[in-house]
Protein backbone atom coordinates (compact mmCIF):
# COMPACT_ATOMS: atom_id res chain seq x y z
CA UNK A 1 0.00 0.00 0.00
CA UNK A 2 2.95 2.31 0.90
CA UNK A 3 6.15 1.85 -0.43
CA UNK A 4 8.97 4.11 -0.06
CA UNK A 5 12.72 4.69 -1.52
CA UNK A 6 15.02 7.02 -1.01
CA UNK A 7 13.46 10.40 0.91
CA UNK A 8 15.57 12.62 1.89
CA UNK A 9 14.73 16.10 3.92
CA UNK A 10 16.93 18.86 4.13
CA UNK A 11 16.12 22.18 5.70
CA UNK A 12 18.97 24.47 4.85
CA UNK A 13 22.18 22.55 6.12
CA UNK A 14 20.18 19.99 8.16
CA UNK A 15 19.22 16.52 6.55
CA UNK A 16 16.43 15.44 8.93
CA UNK A 17 15.58 12.69 6.64
CA UNK A 18 18.69 10.43 5.31
CA UNK A 19 17.74 8.58 2.44
CA UNK A 20 14.98 6.79 4.39
CA UNK A 21 12.91 4.00 2.98
CA UNK A 22 9.49 2.01 3.67
CA UNK A 23 7.44 -0.83 2.76
CA UNK A 24 3.75 -0.84 4.48
CA UNK A 25 1.43 -3.29 3.67
CA UNK A 26 -2.43 -3.10 3.23
CA UNK A 27 -4.90 -3.37 6.42
CA UNK A 28 -1.14 -2.96 7.86
CA UNK A 29 -1.13 -1.08 11.06
CA UNK A 30 2.45 0.45 11.77
CA UNK A 31 3.74 2.30 14.14
CA UNK A 32 6.67 5.37 13.85
CA UNK A 33 8.50 5.73 17.44
CA UNK A 34 12.09 7.55 18.35
CA UNK A 35 13.10 10.49 20.24
CA UNK A 36 11.98 14.20 19.69
CA UNK A 37 13.33 15.50 16.73
CA UNK A 38 13.87 11.80 15.15
CA UNK A 39 12.37 13.25 12.03
CA UNK A 40 9.14 11.39 12.47
CA UNK A 41 6.51 13.90 11.81
CA UNK A 42 8.77 14.86 9.05
CA UNK A 43 8.11 11.60 7.22
CA UNK A 44 4.64 11.29 8.06
CA UNK A 45 3.99 14.71 6.33
CA UNK A 46 6.00 13.51 2.99
CA UNK A 47 4.41 10.15 3.17
CA UNK A 48 1.02 12.45 3.78
CA UNK A 49 1.90 14.44 0.29
CA UNK A 50 1.79 17.74 2.67
CA UNK A 51 5.19 17.74 2.93
CA UNK A 52 7.50 17.41 -0.57
CA UNK A 53 10.61 15.35 -0.31
CA UNK A 54 14.27 17.27 -1.27
CA UNK A 55 15.17 16.89 -4.90
CA UNK A 56 13.44 13.25 -5.39
CA UNK A 57 15.44 13.38 -9.08
CA UNK A 58 18.76 13.65 -7.37
CA UNK A 59 18.10 11.50 -4.97
CA UNK A 60 15.90 8.99 -6.91
CA UNK A 61 13.02 8.93 -4.25
CA UNK A 62 9.95 6.49 -4.83
CA UNK A 63 6.85 7.52 -3.06
CA UNK A 64 4.06 5.17 -4.08
CA UNK A 65 0.82 5.55 -2.15
CA UNK A 66 -2.13 2.68 -3.06
CA UNK A 67 -0.19 2.45 -6.72
CA UNK A 68 0.53 6.07 -7.04
CA UNK A 69 4.04 7.48 -7.36
CA UNK A 70 3.41 10.68 -5.66
CA UNK A 71 6.40 12.24 -6.26
CA UNK A 72 5.14 12.86 -10.26
CA UNK A 73 2.06 14.64 -9.75
CA UNK A 74 1.23 18.28 -9.60
CA UNK A 75 0.09 19.96 -6.89
CA UNK A 76 -3.41 20.32 -8.26
CA UNK A 77 -3.37 16.72 -8.74
CA UNK A 78 -1.98 16.27 -5.03
CA UNK A 79 -4.27 17.85 -4.03
CA UNK A 80 -6.96 15.38 -5.28
CA UNK A 81 -5.28 12.74 -4.42
CA UNK A 82 -5.53 13.50 -0.84
CA UNK A 83 -8.52 14.26 -0.24
CA UNK A 84 -10.01 10.95 -2.37
CA UNK A 85 -7.21 8.53 -0.74
CA UNK A 86 -5.70 9.59 2.73
CA UNK A 87 -7.13 10.89 6.22
CA UNK A 88 -5.13 12.72 8.99
CA UNK A 89 -5.76 12.66 12.44
CA UNK A 90 -3.13 15.27 14.26
CA UNK A 91 -2.52 15.61 17.88
CA UNK A 92 -4.71 18.62 18.24
CA UNK A 93 -8.00 17.77 16.33
CA UNK A 94 -7.83 20.75 14.13
CA UNK A 95 -11.52 20.78 13.83
CA UNK A 96 -13.26 24.26 12.72
CA UNK A 97 -14.58 26.29 15.75
CA UNK A 98 -17.56 27.36 13.95
CA UNK A 99 -18.89 24.68 12.28
CA UNK A 100 -20.43 21.74 14.13
CA UNK A 101 -19.36 18.11 14.36
CA UNK A 102 -21.79 16.83 11.84
CA UNK A 103 -20.28 19.77 9.58
CA UNK A 104 -16.74 19.27 10.49
CA UNK A 105 -17.11 15.85 9.35
CA UNK A 106 -18.11 16.19 6.08
CA UNK A 107 -16.39 18.98 4.85
CA UNK A 108 -13.64 17.06 2.98
CA UNK A 109 -17.01 14.99 1.01
CA UNK A 110 -17.88 18.72 0.13
CA UNK A 111 -14.48 19.32 -0.92
CA UNK A 112 -14.69 15.80 -3.11
CA UNK A 113 -18.37 17.30 -4.48
CA UNK A 114 -20.20 14.30 -2.66
CA UNK A 115 -23.56 15.35 -2.96
CA UNK A 116 -24.66 16.83 0.81
CA UNK A 117 -27.20 14.39 1.57
CA UNK A 118 -25.04 11.39 0.74
CA UNK A 119 -21.84 13.05 2.64
CA UNK A 120 -24.43 13.80 5.34
CA UNK A 121 -25.65 9.97 5.70
CA UNK A 122 -22.52 8.63 5.64
CA UNK A 123 -20.97 11.19 8.28
CA UNK A 124 -24.05 10.03 10.69
CA UNK A 125 -23.40 6.20 10.18
CA UNK A 126 -19.69 7.33 11.19
CA UNK A 127 -21.17 8.92 14.28
CA UNK A 128 -23.22 6.36 15.21
CA UNK A 129 -20.05 3.29 14.74
CA UNK A 130 -18.32 6.05 16.64
CA UNK A 131 -20.80 6.73 19.50
CA UNK A 132 -21.31 10.44 18.68
CA UNK A 133 -24.97 10.34 17.26
CA UNK A 134 -25.91 12.74 20.40
CA UNK A 135 -23.40 14.93 19.16
CA UNK A 136 -24.45 15.52 15.92
CA UNK A 137 -25.03 19.56 16.09
CA UNK A 138 -22.83 20.34 19.04
CA UNK A 139 -20.07 22.63 17.74
CA UNK A 140 -15.68 21.91 19.11
CA UNK A 141 -16.27 23.76 22.23
CA UNK A 142 -19.22 21.51 23.74
CA UNK A 143 -17.29 18.52 23.16
CA UNK A 144 -14.54 16.89 25.37
CA UNK A 145 -11.49 15.79 24.12
CA UNK A 146 -12.04 12.20 23.47
CA UNK A 147 -15.12 13.69 21.23
CA UNK A 148 -13.27 16.12 19.45
CA UNK A 149 -10.77 13.46 18.44
CA UNK A 150 -13.54 11.15 17.38
CA UNK A 151 -15.15 13.66 15.40
CA UNK A 152 -11.54 14.23 13.54
CA UNK A 153 -11.09 10.38 13.40
CA UNK A 154 -15.01 10.65 11.43
CA UNK A 155 -13.42 13.95 9.36
CA UNK A 156 -10.32 11.15 8.19
CA UNK A 157 -12.77 8.51 7.10
CA UNK A 158 -15.54 10.50 5.45
CA UNK A 159 -13.80 9.54 1.94
CA UNK A 160 -13.30 6.31 2.70
CA UNK A 161 -9.24 6.39 2.24
CA UNK A 162 -7.04 3.73 1.62
CA UNK A 163 -4.06 5.31 4.39
CA UNK A 164 -5.21 6.80 7.51
CA UNK A 165 -2.02 9.07 9.11
CA UNK A 166 -2.03 9.34 12.81
CA UNK A 167 0.29 12.16 14.48
CA UNK A 168 0.46 11.93 17.62
CA UNK A 169 -3.47 11.08 17.77
CA UNK A 170 -3.44 10.45 21.40
CA UNK A 171 -1.04 12.52 22.86
CA UNK A 172 -3.71 15.49 24.15
CA UNK A 173 -5.92 12.62 25.67
CA UNK A 174 -6.39 11.46 29.04
CA UNK A 175 -5.20 7.31 29.51
CA UNK A 176 -8.89 5.76 29.44
CA UNK A 177 -9.82 8.44 26.00
CA UNK A 178 -6.06 7.45 24.68
CA UNK A 179 -6.82 3.39 25.16
CA UNK A 180 -10.65 4.20 23.80
CA UNK A 181 -8.71 5.69 20.28
CA UNK A 182 -6.21 3.12 20.23
CA UNK A 183 -9.00 0.06 20.48
CA UNK A 184 -10.51 2.25 17.58
CA UNK A 185 -7.97 2.15 15.25
CA UNK A 186 -7.87 -1.90 15.29
CA UNK A 187 -11.38 -1.83 14.79
CA UNK A 188 -11.77 0.44 11.97
CA UNK A 189 -9.11 -1.85 10.12
CA UNK A 190 -11.24 -4.49 11.05
CA UNK A 191 -14.31 -3.01 9.72
CA UNK A 192 -13.25 -0.69 6.99
CA UNK A 193 -9.82 -2.37 5.89
CA UNK A 194 -7.74 0.46 6.22
CA UNK A 195 -4.08 0.73 6.59
CA UNK A 196 -2.63 3.06 9.34
CA UNK A 197 0.99 4.75 9.91
CA UNK A 198 1.04 6.37 13.50
CA UNK A 199 3.43 8.31 14.97
CA UNK A 200 3.43 7.86 18.43
CA UNK A 201 4.90 8.23 22.18
CA UNK A 202 2.87 6.37 23.49
CA UNK A 203 4.40 3.02 24.43
CA UNK A 204 1.24 0.81 24.96
CA UNK A 205 -0.33 2.05 21.57
CA UNK A 206 3.64 1.15 19.67
CA UNK A 207 3.55 -2.19 21.38
CA UNK A 208 -0.26 -2.59 20.00
CA UNK A 209 1.00 -1.99 16.70
CA UNK A 210 1.54 -4.63 13.87
CA UNK A 211 5.09 -3.36 13.52
CA UNK A 212 6.77 -0.77 15.34
CA UNK A 213 9.37 1.39 13.45
CA UNK A 214 11.83 3.13 15.35
CA UNK A 215 13.53 6.18 13.77
CA UNK A 216 16.83 7.82 15.12
CA UNK A 217 18.43 10.83 13.73
CA UNK A 218 17.09 10.81 9.99
CA UNK A 219 16.52 7.01 9.66
CA UNK A 220 15.16 3.72 10.66
CA UNK A 221 17.33 1.92 13.49
CA UNK A 222 15.70 -1.65 11.73
CA UNK A 223 14.62 -2.46 8.32
CA UNK A 224 11.03 -1.12 7.49
CA UNK A 225 10.92 -2.63 3.93
N1 LIG B 1 9.98 23.55 8.53
C1 LIG B 1 11.13 23.27 9.17
N2 LIG B 1 12.20 24.07 9.04
C2 LIG B 1 13.36 23.79 9.66
N3 LIG B 1 13.57 22.70 10.44
C3 LIG B 1 12.54 21.86 10.60
C4 LIG B 1 11.27 22.10 9.98
N4 LIG B 1 10.44 21.08 10.32
C5 LIG B 1 11.14 20.26 11.12
N5 LIG B 1 12.41 20.71 11.29
C6 LIG B 1 13.47 20.07 12.08
O1 LIG B 1 13.56 18.73 11.67
C7 LIG B 1 13.88 17.88 12.76
C8 LIG B 1 12.88 16.74 12.83
O2 LIG B 1 11.58 17.26 13.17
P1 LIG B 1 10.30 16.32 13.30
O3 LIG B 1 9.17 17.17 13.72
O4 LIG B 1 10.15 15.51 12.07
O5 LIG B 1 10.75 15.37 14.49
P2 LIG B 1 9.90 14.33 15.33
O6 LIG B 1 10.68 13.06 15.34
O7 LIG B 1 8.51 14.25 14.80
O8 LIG B 1 9.92 15.00 16.77
P3 LIG B 1 8.79 15.02 17.93
O9 LIG B 1 8.74 13.65 18.48
O10 LIG B 1 9.34 16.02 18.90
O11 LIG B 1 7.50 15.48 17.31
C9 LIG B 1 13.90 18.76 14.00
O12 LIG B 1 15.23 19.07 14.30
C10 LIG B 1 13.15 19.99 13.56
O13 LIG B 1 13.59 21.14 14.24
Redesign the pocket.
Known amino acids: MIKAENIV ?1 K ?2 D ?1 E ?1 LKSVSLNISEREIVSIV ?12 ILGTLEKSTEPRKYNTNISIAGQDITKLNDRDLSKFRNENIGFIFQFHQLLPEFNALENICIPAFIKKTKKAEAENRAKELMSYLGLTNRLTHKPNQLSGGEQQRVAVARALINQPKVVFA ?2 PSGNLDSKNAEELHELFFNLRNEFGQTFVI ?1 T ?1 NEELANMTDRKLV ?1 AD ?1 LFETNAQ
Open positions: KFGLVGASGAGKTTLLQDEVHMG
